[in-house]
């Protein structure tokens, strides 16, 4: 069988499936059998063994396992991380939340870059900022037991606290401390469940999808928190659901919080709120840290 016999062939398969990237899902399943860079067809046909490993694989997505699933990894920015049931595998539009962190960061002085990162699951918006920045002081707390080999696993050769906890309750001794703190909590309102992708539910931990009813229930935590951690003039930068804009603008509006915005994605919708902690009066000297 020939590289582009065996792409036709799946991509075939997964169209008949009801999958909704047929094309990119062949792609990635036969470029990790193949060892190719992401993304990426080598030149050279997959072996007999290959073959068998590679119908596998096509298998299994057809039965609605998601590809970071069956390979193990997920693409983030520049990294690949570990991932598999039990942990959130990291969408694209989180991607951007990076990018606003990063704003954020390269506009404070080098020795105030202290960050926590809240609902850390598999650690991929932490990996990105020691990657990308340096001088960063990296925190980051997760409470699946299941997302937690991952965190672990994924954050192993980079210099960052890592605690398994509520995050209500991480990281007292740093209150008031913080310069950054940015989080992709659960979000999705319980009323969604049933129009959701098969490809998440079932997939992707309920602890890591579901806000509650309205989907705010973690985010109201992290305002909560980011109010007890965060510097005057620190910032918070949180991923949410387009249709949740209005109320998160309220919920980290004044007097506690400000320049308060929601950011758009990719596809022109909002889903980044973003706040800077509001100056006291008696901190003057932090106004030239704000954004």
Sequence with gaps: MTTGDAMAQASERFRAAGLASPVVDARL?????????????????????????????????????????????????YEEVHVGPGVFIPRPET??????ALKILARRPAHRRRVVELCAGSGAITL???????????????????????????LEDVDAELVRADMLDAFRELDGTVDLVV????????????????????????????????????????????????????????????????????????????GTADLRDLSGRPRHIIASSALRAEDPGMAGLAL
């Design 29 to 77: 399943l036969l470029t990790h059998v193949l060892g190719a860079p992401h993304g990426l067809l080598m030149t050279g046909n997959p072996t007999p063994e290959q073959e068998i490993v590679f119908e596998d694989m096509i298998r299994r997505r057809e039965s609605g396992e998601p590809v970071q699933h069956i390979t193990g990894f997920a693409p983030f920015r």
């Design 95 to 100: 991607e951007q939340l990076v990018d606003e």
């Design 128 to 154: 990105s900022l020691a990657r990308e920045m340096g001088g960063v002081e990296l925190h980051a707390v997760e409470l699946s037991e299941a997302a937690w080999p991952y965190l672990v696993r994924n």
């Design 183 to 258: 989080a992709n909590p659960p979000y999705v309102p319980e009323t969604d469940r049933f129009v959701l992708p098969p490809d998440v539910v079932g997939h992707d931990p309920d602890l890591a999808l579901f806000g509650g009813p309205d989907g705010l229930d973690a985010l109201r935590v992290v305002r909560e928190v980011a109010l007890r951690l965060l510097v005057p003039g620190g910032w918070v930068v949180a991923e949410h659901d387009e249709k949740q804009s209005a109320a998160l603008l309220e919920l980290f509006g004044a007097p506690h919080f400000e």
